[in-house]
Every structure is written in C-alpha cells, then in structure tokens.
C-alpha cells in the first residue's frame, strides 16, 4: 500500500540533522496532525534514537496494526512538527506530551 504524504521529500528541509531514526504514525506524516505525545525507548540498533511520535489521537487498535507507522529519520518528523526539536536530546526513558498551549511537557510516572 503506497501513502501519500502531507510533505513531498523535495520539500524535507534541514532542521534536525544527525539524531537518526524514529518512528512515527501515519496520523502525523499522511493525516498531518502534529506531535502530541513523544517516548523515547531504549535504541534497537545503532541509528535508531528510540523515540516514537505520535499524534495523541491513535487507538489501541490503531497502533496495534503496523501499517499505520514506519521508521524515519527525525529531521523528517521536524518538518511535520518543529517543536520537536526542544526535546530530541532528552534522555531514554523520556516522555513528552503537548499541553492546550501546544508546548512539551514531561511526563513523570
């Protein structure tokens, strides 16, 4: 099944370069919704950063199936949402979601 995205690679910019990959739902790269809720896991090679982007919208059954997400690089999530870049450098274990002002905030279990 190919998806089509809300950005065209040609129009990918320079914004986050050098933090590796990610994972992230089609909610924000086919749908276009924003960031709403970051994670970051403990790597499971050497240029994955661990993080997971998500909408904040997505069911348990929507992210149960694996065809509504795929592996990319950050620096392409931070096209879809800029704010990223204020958290990429927090540590494993980390955990962000975006309050009614739009702003990370951590999440402490």
């Known amino acids: 099944m190919s998806k089509n995205y809300k950005i065209r690679a040609e ?17 924000i790269t086919v749908e276009g919704n924003k960031v709403g809720y970051a994670v970051r896991d403990e790597p499971s090679h050497k240029t994955d950063s661990g993080w997971v982007f998500m909408s904040g919208l997505e069911s348990q059954e929507y992210m149960d199936n ?23 450098e927090s540590p494993i274990g980390s955990q962000f979601e975006k309050n009614d002002s739009g702003e990370f905030v951590e999440i402490h279990e």
């Open 11 to 27: 129009e990918i910019k320079s914004i986050a370069v050098g933090y590796g990959s990610c994972i992230a739902t089609d909610m």
């Open 66 to 88: 694996a065809e509504n997400m795929a592996i990319y690089d950050i620096n392409t999530i931070a096209n879809y949402d800029p704010e990223i870049t204020k958290i990429i």
